[in-house]
């Protein structure tokens, strides 16, 4: 591998803890920074904070040997050749990305800087920010000699972020100076180059020694667009296929056959077109709202935008019809509830389509028993355990003596259930799914009745579509 970079990366949220932990394994000393000292003394006793595919592993592999942990910034700074900004940029009341938290940092790094430093925005920001953050190192008194910001967008899923960082479409880089880029290019070099891959222990994904993540050499201002333009472009996509299964299901088609139809062509191709209740999470919502704001203050009307948003409310709202639709009224009636977490494989539950239904189950008057394999203890955070809601171990303890079960994100193990005690566990064989993980004419005949997302609803009881028209 090519010489290891000294890099800083400040937060250790999603984005910064999978990258210091990533930098670290392609073999970078890496220091992470957060003013949690609590996150930060877990991290260092072993604790691993959020649920990611082989990042405990990772950690375990390299700390205190190529990544630890602190809340010095100022010591962190002084000993890093590049210094990744990560922290979070939440959404304002206007819509526009909140960036306290980056200036904040840029004003505290730039109050250390004593040699010549890179300063990555990794943080999701509005074009423009490169501007400001130099602004404000500037503003600090530093000479323009010793420092460069640039831009490195992440393109991450939750969930599987650390395959995606190690075996990446595409690595993009925004920089303004040569200086810059070759220290950018250095540090990815492990990657690009494909030897990483050579490694016994690498992580293992698509990418391969001569199938290396290209790389992408822009301005910064187009990097902090290509971030915002692809989450927003994803969104739209979901959003799409949402609305066609709407007209599927007045149609009586069956939306996984289309989307299969679509996704074969290699101009559109299948991924996210997986018709559902709708996308949430940390990126999707807020950086859909925040490019829709940022091209209103460059007087570019985006409309897009707006409707792909209208959409994703519209369509949790046509779900949750959907469910009242199997079981007529909801007060006192027991729900069983399969995912919490705004998808499968993580435990965020950051603007959760699967939490606003919820919330709105036990506003009519259920009972609802839910469970989820990682997203658990975030949503007692948020909904309390009480005579209303409670918590279940496994989907079989949820489902005990319910009226119907509802399947709201795609764990593979909600897809892999044992139908046949599950049908002898619930008090009425109902199951409304709002990720189509299972076929309908399986559950048909299993002795389900059956709702899912732009396909036809069957009913054990006669042969027949139901929940059909929604009001």
């Not at 190529?66 to 962190?76: P, Y």
């Not at 949402?242 to 007045?250: D, F, G, R």
């Not at 189509?436 to 006669?462: C, D, I, K």
Request: charged share 25%.
């Amino acid at each position: 591998m090519s010489k290891g970079v000294s890099i800083a990366v400040v937060g250790s949220g999603y984005v910064g803890l999978v990258a210091a932990a990533c930098f670290a394994e392609i073999g970078h000393s890496v220091v992470c920074v957060d003013n949690d000292e609590a996150k930060v003394r877990t991290l260092r006793e072993g604790g691993v904070p959020i649920h990611e595919e082989y990042l405990p592993e990772l950690l375990s592999r390299h700390r205190s040997n190529r990544v630890e942990f602190t809340s010095d910034l100022r010591s962190a700074t002084q000993r890093a050749q590049a210094i990744f900004i990560a922290v979070g940029t939440p959404q304002s009341q206007t819509g526009s990305a909140d960036l306290s938290y980056v200036d904040a940092v840029a004003s505290e790094i730039a109050r250390n800087i004593d040699s010549y430093k890179v300063i990555v925005e990794k943080s999701t920001v509005p074009v423009y920010t490169n501007e400001w953050i130099r602004r404000v190192i500037e503003r600090n008194g530093v000479s323009r000699e010793h420092f460069d910001v640039a831009s490195n967008p992440e393109f991450l899923r939750e969930g599987t972020a650390v395959a995606d960082f190690l075996h990446a479409d595409r690595i993009v880089l925004g920089a303004e100076t040569e200086r810059a880029a070759e220290l950018l290019k250095q540090i990815y070099l492990p990657l690009s180059s494909g030897d990483y891959y050579r490694s016994a222990d690498a992580v293992p994904g698509a990418r391969g020694e001569n199938d290396p993540p290209p790389v992408l050499l822009t301005s910064t201002k187009a990097a902090e667009i290509i971030k915002h333009a692809s989450n927003a472009f994803l969104a739209t996509k979901i959003s799409f296929i949402n609305v066609v299964a709407n007209i599927c299901e007045a149609v009586g088609a069956d939306v996984e056959e289309v989307a299969r139809g679509i996704g074969m062509d290699s101009r559109i191709g299948p991924k996210f077109l997986r018709a559902g209740v709708g996308y949430g999470g940390s990126c999707f919502p807020k950086d859909v709202a925040a490019f829709r704001y940022v091209a209103e203050q460059m007087g570019v009307d985006f409309c897009l935008l707006k409707e792909v948003e209208r959409i994703n409310e519209e369509q949790k709202r046509r779900f949750f019809h959907k469910v009242r639709s199997a079981l007529w009224t909801f007060r006192g009636k027991k729900i069983a509830v399969l995912g919490l977490a705004f998808k499968g494989g993580t435990d965020d539950i950051r603007e959760s389509p699967a939490l606003d239904i919820v919330k709105q189950l036990l506003h009519e008057g259920a009972i609802v028993t839910a469970h989820d394999p990682a997203a658990e203890g975030r949503a007692k955070e948020v909904i309390p355990p009480g005579s209303q809601m409670r918590y279940a171990d496994d989907p079989y303890t949820a489902a005990q003596d319910a009226d119907a079960l509802v399947i709201l994100n795609d764990w593979q193990e909600f897809a892999e259930l044992d139908l046949n005690r599950l049908h002898y566990t619930l008090r009425y064989p109902i199951i409304i799914d709002g990720r189509n993980l299972y076929g309908p004419a399986t559950m048909l005949e299993q002795g389900f009745t059956y709702l899912s997302v732009g396909r036809p609803g069957l009913s054990h009881t006669r042969d027949a579509a139901v929940g059909q028209r929604l009001p």
